[in-house]
């Protein structure tokens, strides 16, 4: 089996930090190569500030990005694994995962709930009037 790179993020620069499309191509290729493309945009989902400004609402300070991962599976598979990955910490809860990496806080939270969402340029985003 041939492994997977994942280059969405800097092809699209999704970030204005480029290390952060860097972070986040590893993030896909990672989760693609242990399950499948269609697995991690189905599970995979940007919220809070993040998601409005991808939906075009611009905001004037994102102070963090919001993930959220719909699979158990996944979710526990990039708990052991994200060590592997370019972060400076990680900050460990049942409920979620704190990285920080290149000067960005990344909050990635488990969800068993069913999240509207949309499709932005390949990447899964919680609906717009769904972010609270």
Known sequence: MAIAYYTGFTDNIVFYNGALNVFYNQLYSCLTNAFTTDLVTKNVIFDGAIALELQG???SKINYVAMLI???EMY???SATIYSLDVSRVEKTPEFLQLHVHGMIIRISLSYRSIPTTD???LTVRYINDIK
């Open 57 to 59: 609402t611009k905001q």
């Open 70 to 72: 719909t699979s158990e």
């Open 76 to 78: 526990r598979f990039l």
């Open 120 to 122: 932005i340029n390949g």
